[in-house]
């Protein structure tokens, strides 16, 4: 049985990777039907003369609503990494520069030695190759949005069909009441770390902008995407920014005095101000995020990591309603106590 179990998790692994072209544009075009959805749900409490807003209204401007968010993503990004390659030989002489101030204080004296030390560092092409991981991503989109399309058309059938799939009402409810939990656990998670996550952006802004940190609003857009990755999105969103200032300032003032608040807005953020809103959370153990993080990052990449924390809560809540695998959905739990 147990070999039977483990080499079907072998098999499912290698098609998740053979697969990923086909698989991860859908997962990602069901958390967007599914956050169409949830944002039609949040739109129905608003009534126009004593009357809800029809659904076909409510979805249409969810869509739009994405649509112009995406846009705007999309346009402030390519808009910033335009302004990088132009100003990436300024910051390639400012880091040669410092660099050859700290190698003086190993024994490296002349420039050239710097220079050789750098020689495969080039900001540019660093740009280009980023702008190009870019392209690629938002060439997927089209996938996406044709699976996003086709799911909002087929979900007036979901109830018909989970009806025939499970005869026994007992087994349909329970199926019913899983499927609930989990867009129920999967909203609050979202909400709530977009919220956090924006407050933390725009805190970030205001000390980048302070300090005249060149592309203040493409980074405060990255530390509010890093936001979602666990654990290491947060400082990932402090490191950015601080090499920019590295490089673009000739003192190191600004890169010290970005690196500071950055990481003090950071810690208070995540580690003080989210468990305080969230409380006990999603009931996830830290070791098994960290784990699901590194697995979902080697399978799907960046990507991934983004759906590490709604997969892994997707799993835990499955197997805590199966007898079979209630233990798995125990450790999984930070404190070994399940929700009903």
């Avoid at 499912?12 to 990777?17: F, Q």
């Avoid at 956050?35 to 129905?44: P, R, V």
């Avoid at 019913?176 to 924006?198: D, F, M, N, P």
């Avoid at 950071?266 to 959370?281: A, H, K, Y």
């Amino acid at each position: 049985m147990y070999a039977s179990a483990a080499g079907l998790t072998v098999l499912v692994a290698y098609l998740m990777v053979v697969g990923e072209p086909i698989l991860l544009p859908f997962v990602i075009a069901v958390f967007v039907w599914h956050l169409i959805n949830a944002l039609s749900a949040l739109s129905g409490r608003i009534s126009l003369g004593g009357h809800a807003l029809p659904r076909w209204l409510r979805i249409g401007g969810a869509i739009a609503l994405l649509l112009l968010t995406s846009w705007l993503i999309a346009r402030l990004v390519f808009a910033n990494v335009g302004q990088v390659m132009a100003a990436g030989p300024v910051y390639e002489q400012n880091l040669l520069r410092l660099a050859n101030r700290g190698g003086s204080w190993f024994g490296y004296d002349e420039l050239e030695d710097i220079r050789a030390l750098l020689g495969g560092l080039n900001v540019t092409a660093l740009i280009r190759n980023l702008t190009l991981g870019l392209t690629g991503v938002l060439g997927s989109v089209g996938t996406v949005a044709i699976y996003t399309v086709f799911l909002l058309l087929e979900q007036h059938h979901f109830d018909a069909k989970l009806t025939a799939l499970f005869p026994d009402a007992e087994r349909e409810a329970l199926v019913r009441r899983i499927l609930r939990r989990i867009g129920t656990e999967i909203q609050t998670y979202v909400w709530l770390k977009t919220a956090i996550s924006a407050v933390t952006a725009a805190a970030c802004y205001v000390v980048m902008k302070a300090v005249g940190l060149d592309l203040a609003e493409f980074w405060a857009l990255l530390i509010f995407a890093l936001n979602f990755i666990p654990y290491i999105g947060s400082w990932l969103g402090v490191i950015f920014p601080a090499f920019l200032a590295l490089v673009q300032f000739d003192s190191l003032t600004p890169f010290i005095v970005t690196t500071a608040i950055l990481a003090l807005i950071q810690f208070t953020g995540g580690s003080i101000i989210e468990p305080r809103i969230m409380g006990t959370g999603l009931n996830v153990s830290p070791v098994f995020m960290l784990l699901s993080l590194a697995l979902w990052g080697t399978i799907w990449g960046v990507v991934g990591m983004f759906l590490a924390v709604p997969i892994m809560v997707v799993i835990m809540i499955v197997c805590s309603h199966i007898n079979a695998t209630r233990p798995i959905a125990i450790v999984m739990s930070a404190d070994g106590v399940l929700r009903s």
